[in-house]
């Protein structure tokens, strides 16, 4: 759908300024801003004002857009008031203490401060860029030490839930795409043989002493970090609709299932997947350099599981939507969730081939 802002919108954000409630921005100029596969999003710029970041928030993926920006003002302030160091894009106002509009067709936007002379990049091609923004998301979940994780709302209510995603797995074995049930035979069987990784987040999520729930970004790629443009040093991790109390393996189990691999999870070279094990290296210790002193003994010990964890539940997600139809992720080819889910079961044996002969066990 090619949603663009209306004049309501742009007006509601452009005119309202704390000390000039109804001060004119002049023409305004909306510019698409591409990369984001889930939000619109688009940079306003006006002839007497600063130019902002415009975003409509996404109903099909967050049903509760008002606890989207409820999450992201408490973060905002905490990170603003509590002496973090963390920058984080300030939120914009539509009117006195209102930073959300909803529009004619009930569509919700909101606004943030525009971040000039910076970039994206798309994936990490340097052990540098890896080592970057491991650092980045590592100090997002350290500024929030003290933060109460209780008032962040689940956004996504069981996105990063193992046991839940090991149960849609279940379900999906009783679907009557029975083409795509033997076609995924084997890999089914490979899976469930796995099923210990689920036991082992269970056991994670009755032991809140040894594994507390944390602030975590929960889509921590390289995508989702800012970097100067000029010098290439990280200003601040972006795209924080899915920030959400989370266990220590999400984030750092992201950057190492989207930035370890040689390959992306869209390849069907099977044979010629392999792990980057500088990259590999070099994600994990930069994130303990900055968490370390934070993380739990037990974190410690199973560290090396968080990507092992992260890759299990995307290839059983990848393979439930390809026995349901194609029902979640988006396709260009019929078997592509599968050959998706083939991509992460490769990467799950070597890294299992890699870590868990020197990893240790568990209950």
Sequence with gaps: MDLQPGQQVLSAFGNYEPDLPDHSPGEMVVESVGGGLINH???VSSEFKTPFILQCINK????DPTAVQENYT??????QYEGTRLRIPEPRYCGESITLFVDDNEN???AFEYIGNTKTIPA???KNQAIATAGAFARFTAA?????????????PGFHDLGLRYAQFEESLKGEYYERMSKAISLIDELKKRERYK?????????PDDFPLRVMHHDAKIANVLFNKKNGRVICPIDLDTVMPGYFFSDLGDMIRSMACINDEDSREFDKIRIRKDFYNAIVSNYLSVMGNQLTASEKKYIHYAGLLMVYMQALRFLADFLNGDIYYRTNYA???FDRAMNQYVLLMRLEEWLLPNSPSYG
Excluded: G, P
């Design 74 to 79: 408490h973060i905002w302030e905490y990170a």
């Design 144 to 156: 929030f030490h003290d933060f109460h994780t209780e008032l962040l709302k689940n956004v996504i």
């Design 199 to 207: 036991h082992f987040y269970e056991i994670m999520t009755e032991s």
């Design 41 to 43: 999003t688009f940079k």
């Design 60 to 63: 099909n993926v967050f049903h």
């Design 124 to 126: 990490a091609s340097t």
């Design 108 to 110: 919700y936007w909101r």
């Design 335 to 337: 078997d592509q969730n």
